[in-house]
């Protein structure tokens, strides 16, 4: 089960220099969690790379943003 | 029984334990990256944008090289570059000492074209405003959820609110900055980092620096707070290694608090049109929501809403929007503090179109009880624990300008944990050892570690020595999420008993028993039911010899669970002359599984009151409309609440041992805002619609009142 308020980053699609606090946290989903709100996003991206909320080529780090063909993704 | 349980009868657990470290940090012993110093340290200073908004032009590490005491520069931006929000890091020098330092890093000359910057989540939106980016838009759809028939929800509905409610940015205030000092040792790097996360810092270190994660070894022994923001080594980590390696020599590059307001991260700001219907009598009926806010430059800002409550028909569509400020980070509970401002307040104001009590109308509203949902249980208990039968209707009718009044909020949290590992050594001299590469970062994590090796073993706590906060020991994951305790407390357990039946089948031949005929309690290796039949401690450990025993274990499943839920309790009294709110007392009920250390679960959670309390009426990150700047990345304009602006804290901790740990350092956060804004409401009979309750907000509110009603 997925983390309601945690975004899948798939590997292929998305930078694998992509980074959020899930991804290093050990916390499991809580199956409960939809009873009580719909799903959201609250998460802080980061790059491995640079370390910080923007990549190499300056622009932002987001999902909709470290897929496809910027320069910098690595896949 | 199942091989890993928690005891049914401990003897720890659920105790009030002392932190361990406690006497280390009171008497200055204890040693944060801050304390760290090493021979032939030098000091690094960032220089960063003064501009919210602008493009690099030229950098100029000419002067600064040739400066006093300087021993190595380096051109983070380069020409071309865009700079986001004032402080993004452009450049970095390293000096003998933190004044050569900062004074060669005056002397870096950058010269900048600056671009027009939006400081506001208004001008984002303005169709004609400015832009942030030069290549990103201001806005991006956020998302989108809708469930039920929404108008037949508000057909249903014999009272409708329609109002905007909106929370504030605030920054994390770590009392330790954010920092490092990074050494190393031809290609291998040794960094001390005021971390969340020793593991996950040592790979950030690894990638970033490109060499292997082995090379890299990070220690964290205290920490001074970091509330989700310090997971990676961030620029300041890697500009650091950097200038380490270009100086040759360690280098501490510790924040200031202006840079730790202006790019550690932040709580993003949340707004929300809502339409919200309730049936005449009191059901929730339709929810209507637009919302968004900002985290900053191109980073999101999601929360959940409605937060809780069961509204069967409902719809929520979020945009994300992006100015020239620092980028938000996870700020304990991300989101669920903002989504329950914005839901609570407006509960109490469909419960008064109702005429309901507000315990009332959210018992009859809320999740039904279950061992993960308790909201039911504590409004009821919380509200006779709380004097709630005193509460007035909304207004206080006393004369005078001292209003008081009472406010309630529910909330909840996951805090499921997994994935730790840990390494147990059990002496012949009797002394026990247990590693994990988990980090302390204020909760009492160290603690929780001897406790459960000592409840295992049958010893005191003192007998146990943890060790933690360095990369040399067995994985554990980042202190955050409220994971910490969920995830490493199954590990030391499981290890504990293992090793536990190591030193049996060393014991059990020398009385004459098997193994599983033995108990270990009080400091003595018994067999079960005839206590006289065993060895102290120390002689059972003796049978050892000379190879100790060492082993190694992890996270199982069945020893932690995930989900708990609180309500809080509000009492505030407000001049309406000044504005002035003063919050006289709190009450807050609270589960978190099975309670390891009464004190530290405690502390938790009047920790989490005490920052919501800031959040309420102190802390606003303010940016200058005009030049983008922030006006108070200082810790004097930056308000936070003092020890007299402290209220009555009372924590009722249910424990309930069958659900196993689950964590707790985010869930006492959450309510504390909301239920002062509606006892706020309740004292004065004004409705303040946005946090922070500052007191020209209140005046304005009261004003609009008598101008006609807030409601």
């Known amino acids: ?75 | 029984m199942a091989k890993y349980s928690w005891p049914e009868k401990p003897t720890l657990l659920g105790t009030p334990v002392k932190r361990l470290d406690g006497p280390d940090k009171v008497t200055g012993r204890a040693r944060y990256t801050h304390d760290i110093n090493r021979p032939g340290m030098i000091y690094g200073k960032i220089v960063r944008s003064p501009y919210p908004h602008a493009k690099v032009v030229s950098i100029d590490l000419s002067a600064a090289e040739k400066a006093p005491g300087v021993k190595a520069t380096l051109a983070y931006m380069k020409p071309g570059d865009e700079v986001h929000y004032q402080g993004d890091p452009v450049a970095a020098v390293a000096a003998d000492t933190e004044e050569r330092a900062r004074d060669a890093a005056r002397l870096v000359r950058v010269r900048y074209d600056a671009l027009p910057q939006v400081s506001s989540e208004a001008q984002a939106m303005a169709a004609d405003g400015p832009k942030w980016s030069t290549t990103q838009p201001n806005t991006r759809a956020g998302q989108r959820a809708e469930t039920g028939d929404l108008e037949a929800g508000f057909r249903q509905a014999g009272h409708i609110v329609e109002q905007t409610y909106s929370t504030h940015v605030i920054t994390h205030v770590c009392l330790e900055t954010h920092g490092a000092v990074c050494e190393w040792d031809g290609d291998k790097l040794t960094a001390w980092v005021s971390t969340q996360g020793v593991h996950q810092c040592a790979q950030g270190f690894a990638q970033a620096l490109g060499i292997p994660q082995t090379n890299v070894r990070v220690i964290t022994q205290y920490m001074g707070g970091g509330f989700g923001s310090k997971f990676a080594p961030d620029s300041q980590g890697i500009i650091c290694a950097k200038l380490a390696k270009a100086a040759k020599a360690p280098v501490k590059l510790m924040l200031d608090r202006k840079e730790e307001h202006l790019d550690t991260g932040n709580r993003p700001s949340a707004f929300a049109k809502i339409r919200a219907g309730v049936s005449s009598g009191g059901k929730l009926t339709a929810f209507d929501g637009q919302s968004w806010g900002t985290g900053g430059a191109g980073a999101g800002s999601g929360f959940p809403l409605p937060y809780l409550y069961q509204f069967p028909n409902r719809r929520r569509v979020h945009t994300d929007v992006y100015i020239n400020a620092g980028q938000q980070r996870a700020m304990r509970a991300p989101g669920h503090p903002q989504g329950c401002f914005l839901t609570e307040i407006l509960m109490d104001e469909l419960a008064d179109r109702v005429k309901m009590d507000p315990v009332e109308f959210r018992i009859k509203n809320a999740p039904p009880l279950a061992p993960n949902a308790q909201w039911i249980k504590y409004f009821q208990e919380g509200a006779k624990r709380f004097g709630w039968d005193k509460r007035h209707a909304t207004g206080d009718p006393t004369p005078g300008p001292i209003k008081t009044g009472m406010g309630v909020s529910a909330h909840l949290w996951g805090g499921a944990g997994r994935g730790s590992q840990a390494h147990v050594d059990l002496m012949s001299d009797g002394s026990v050892v247990v590693k994990c590469g988990t980090q302390d970062i204020g909760t009492g994590t160290r603690t929780l570690v001897a406790i459960v090796a000592a409840e295992t073993f049958g010893l005191p706590v003192s007998a146990v020595k943890p060790e933690i906060g360095d990369t040399i020991y067995p994985f554990s994951g980042g202190s955050g999420g409220s994971t910490t305790a969920a995830s490493v407390t199954p590990a030391i357990r499981t290890t504990s008993v293992n090793a536990l039946d190591q030193l049996f089948a060393k014991v059990a031949p020398t009385l004459g028993v098997t193994p599983d005929q033995l108990a270990a309690e009080g400091g003595r290796v018994f067999v079960r039911g005839n206590n006289s039949k065993g060895l102290s401690w120390k002689d059972a450990c003796k049978l050892i010899g000379t190879e100790p025993i060492s082993v190694d274990g992890k996270w199982e499943d069945g020893l932690s669970s995930s989900g708990t839920s609180g309500v809080q309790f509000a009492e505030a009294e407000v001049d309406i002359e000044t504005g002035v709110v003063r919050v006289k007392r709190i009450l807050a009920m609270q589960d978190c599984g099975l309670i390891v250390d009464k004190l530290t679960a405690e502390s938790q959670a009047y920790g989490g009151v005490i920052a919501a309390i800031n959040f309420a009426l102190f802390e606003d990150r303010i940016l200058d409309r005009v030049t983008g700047q922030m006006v108070n990345p200082n810790m004097e304009w930056y308000l936070l609440a003092g020890m007299s602006d402290v209220p009555k804290i009372d924590i009722v901790l249910n424990n309930m041992p069958e659900r196993g740990v689950i964590g707790i350092g985010e869930p006492p956060t959450v309510s504390t805002a909301s239920a002062i804004a509606n006892a706020v409401r309740n004292a004065t009979g004004a409705t303040i619609r946005s946090l922070p309750l500052h007191p020209h907000k209140v005046l304005a509110a009261l004003e609009q009142e008598r101008a006609g009603g807030t409601n």
């Open chain 1, 1 to 75: 089960m997925e983390h309601l308020t945690s975004p899948k980053l798939t590997p292929g699609v998305h930078c694998l220099s992509l980074r959020h606090k899930g991804m290093y946290v050990t916390s499991m989903p809580y199956p409960e969690e939809s009873q009580f709100y719909d799903a959201y996003d609250a998460t802080a991206y980061w790059c491995v790379e640079t370390q910080r909320g923007f990549g190499p080529d300056g622009a932002p780090v987001r999902p909709d943003c470290c897929q496809g063909d910027r320069d910098c993704c690595k896949h």
